[in-house]
């Protein structure tokens, strides 16, 4: 199967160069990879990193508290960051939290030894599900403890598949797989894993040190006024034809819309379908604060605080890839809508459990749901207090990965 492997990432190298020509964020991928051996060793400042990769964007908030943790503990090592996605690299390529930022090179076996050879690193932390096989390879040889971080699995997934069988010899002598839930670990040591361990979710950690220092925004408090205030995250347009037309007849609601996608094409749709009761963040202002119904956020970053002041929320994504990051949200004690494709995040399900998430996978059941909160009062309270308190009891992760990061170094 590794002949395969390795004629699928050829393949997938040449879908990138041919969507280049249309694609902005593929031509972006090839760019930040365009003499890389080069470019990377001019970085360089140090004899050995403690190396961290991030998928892209929503990885990269599962890696930034194990990080701060790791450069606290350990003041003098240096971080190498890597992205694979131009939507993490792009947006982070130059947060102070690492000395050195840059896309990972395509996995081939040359490539691992090179980047290798610059980075030397210590140990290497992998959040959820990279399981690059020349890499794991080569980190393998070079004697280099790898950990995988905040993962999930359940039955199907590759790794675990009979065709999967070449990757899970490898993952099953890395270092350790950290992973976030019971129902994982049973998963992996049913099929014989032995190197695991329940350590929860980091991106927990990460809500709630953002919760604790959320600035206050009075524009935004003067846009509610008295009103309940809806807000919806990070959403796609199959979201928004399930729950914008029933908050939009609620006058007694205030909305915000955050959508996933902030270009200037993406904001113009959306102002055209909601009308002339919306304003853009960018132009709020003392004005029409009091006077709009709808605020869009055209801008990125301020999404995780402006939950502080929610009622309810819509999360998106899950009628496309998957839902987007439901805690950001829950940590306020906002209860969470968000669509069907969400099984592969144990929170989606564990907030249904709990009571403070709801799957809607058609408007007429949004409806319903959103009525229930809405007009009872004591339903409401009651899903918030179970959304908070379902994000609060899983804190501690954080501690529990550097605690394995640390006997990594010292092994």
């Given at each position: ?26 031509k ?58 131009p ?35 210590e ?5 959820r ?60 040591q ?12 980091t ?18 408090e ?30 007694n ?8 996608e ?5 904001i ?7 009308g ?11 004005t ?20 502080q ?18 805690l ?9 809508f968000?669509g ?16 403070g ?53 010292e092994?």
């Amino acid at each position: 199967m590794r002949w395969l492997y390795s004629i699928s990432l050829k393949l997938y190298w040449l879908f990138i160069v041919l969507a280049s020509f249309f694609k902005p964020k593929a031509k972006q991928w090839l760019a930040g990879r365009k003499h890389w051996r080069k470019h990377f060793a001019s970085k360089k400042e140090a004899s050995s990193y403690l190396w961290f990769h991030a998928a892209s964007l929503g990885e990269f908030e599962s890696a930034k508290p194990i990080i701060e943790a790791v450069k606290l503990a350990y003041p003098n090592k240096k971080i190498w960051l890597t992205f694979f996605s131009p939507s993490g690299y792009e947006l982070r390529k130059t947060d102070p939290i690492a000395d050195v930022i840059t896309y990972l090179p395509l996995d081939s076996r040359k490539t691992a030894r090179d980047f290798l050879d610059i980075v030397q690193p210590e140990v290497a932390v992998f959040i959820r599900y990279e399981f690059w096989l020349h890499y794991l390879d080569e980190l393998h040889a070079r004697n280099v403890p790898l950990l995988i971080a905040s993962a999930t699995f359940r039955e199907g997934q590759f790794l675990l598949r009979h065709y999967g069988q070449f990757i899970k010899r490898r993952a099953q002598r890395l270092f350790a797989i950290l992973v976030q839930d019971e129902k994982s670990m049973a998963l992996l040591q049913k099929h014989g894993f032995t190197n695991v361990a329940i350590a929860g979710d980091t991106r927990v950690d990460r809500v709630v040190k953002i919760a604790s220092t959320a600035t206050r925004f009075p524009l935004v408090e003067k846009f509610i006024g008295q009103k309940k205030l809806f807000i919806a995250g990070s959403c796609w347009p199959p979201d928004e034809d399930v729950f914008l037309d029933r908050v939009l007849r609620d006058e007694n609601t205030r909305v915000i819309l955050a959508p996933h996608e902030v270009h200037e094409a993406n904001i113009t749709r959306l102002v055209r379908k909601v009308g002339n009761t919306s304003v853009r963040w960018s132009q709020l202002n003392t004005t029409n604060a009091e006077n709009a119904h709808v605020l869009i956020i055209d801008n990125i970053g301020l999404l995780s605080q402006v939950y502080q002041y929610g009622d309810m929320a819509f999360v998106g994504g899950g009628f496309t890839t998957g839902i987007h990051n439901l805690l950001e949200a829950t940590v306020y004690g906002c209860p969470v809508f968000f669509g069907p494709n969400h099984k592969a995040f144990p929170e989606g399900i564990g907030l249904i459990e709990a009571g403070g998430g709801f799957c809607v996978d058609q408007k007429a059941l949004f409806e319903q749901q959103y009525e229930a909160l809405l007009s009872h009062p004591a339903n409401l309270k009651k899903a918030a207090t179970a959304a908070k308190n379902y994000t609060l009891q899983r804190s501690g992760a954080t501690a529990k990965t550097l605690n394995f990061i640390q006997k990594a170094l010292e092994r």
